[in-house]
């Protein structure tokens, strides 16, 4: 079955920067984008971003330029979030994301599944 | 990017009882070449990621139980769940697609 798996839980001292990783199975990695989208203590849910994983080209939501990047290992089908010059509003639940459409259906960004979540703490 | 915001934040409804969750975009999400509007529902409960509930504002998705049904156009949209059952209880998201994907602020379902 279609399934993305996160890495684990990360503690991290501000400033610092924090990875991770969302592995996919059950399809073929470079025919749909992932996304990221996290979660805050008391927030809803925030879009990051997304990958395209056959050409590697990444889109940021404007509140996290300069400080994102998403890249991907086709080899291994995983996407990886990094988050830098952590801050104490950036501890949340991080989760990664498919889009039900193929990368050349546009229009089909509804997400199913999601990864099970990777709770990054920011602490002193 | 295109605001979305859900009312109530919270709501308490007895079990068996109907469960109305609004939401509502600065801009219209219908894209009117294919009379479709970019609307998603999920339902999260604690410790669980986000789980598709509605798409195409109306569309369920498959496995979904048929007390859950999304209705509207344009910029009002609601989720309705029509006989509350114990395990509803979850925070409620729209999300849209149409531009830069955005999410609403999440409805807290509880029982009364």
């Known amino acids: 079955q279609v399934q993305l798996v996160q890495s684990g839980a990360e503690v991290k001292k501000p400033g610092a920067s924090v990875k991770v990783s969302c592995k996919a199975s059950?399809?073929?990695?470079?025919?749909?984008?992932i996304h990221w989208v996290r979660r805050a203590p008391g927030q809803g849910l925030e879009w990051m971003g997304r990958?395209?994983?056959?050409?590697?080209?990444?889109n940021y939501a404007q509140n996290f330029q300069g400080r994102v990047t998403m890249t991907r290992d086709t080899s291994i089908s995983t996407a990886y979030l990094e988050l830098s010059s952590l801050r104490s509003d950036d501890a949340a639940v991080y989760f990664c994301a498919r889009p039900s459409g193929v990368i050349a259906a546009t229009g089909h960004n509804w997400f199913d599944p999601w990864g099970q979540g990777t709770p990054v703490t920011v602490s002193s | 990017d295109i605001v979305m915001t859900q009312s109530p934040d919270s709501l308490a409804v007895s079990l068996g009882e109907r469960a109305t969750i609004n939401c509502k975009s600065s801009?219209?999400?219908?894209?009117?070449?294919?009379?479709?509007?970019?609307l998603a529902w999920y339902q999260q409960k604690p410790g669980q990621p986000p789980k598709l509930l509605i798409y195409w504002a109306s569309t369920r998705e498959s496995g979904v139980p048929d007390r859950f049904s999304g209705s509207g156009s344009g910029t009002d949209f609601t989720l309705t769940i029509s006989s509350l059952q114990a395990e509803d209880v979850a925070v409620y998201y729209c999300?849209?697609?149409?531009?830069?994907?955005?999410f609403g602020q999440g409805t807290r379902l509880e029982i009364k």
């Open positions: 990958i395209n994983p056959n050409s590697g080209a990444t």
């Open positions: 801009q219209s999400v219908l894209y009117s070449s294919n009379n479709k509007n970019y």
């Open positions: 999300q849209q697609y149409y531009g830069i994907i955005t």
């Open positions: 059950g399809y073929t990695f470079t025919d749909y984008y």
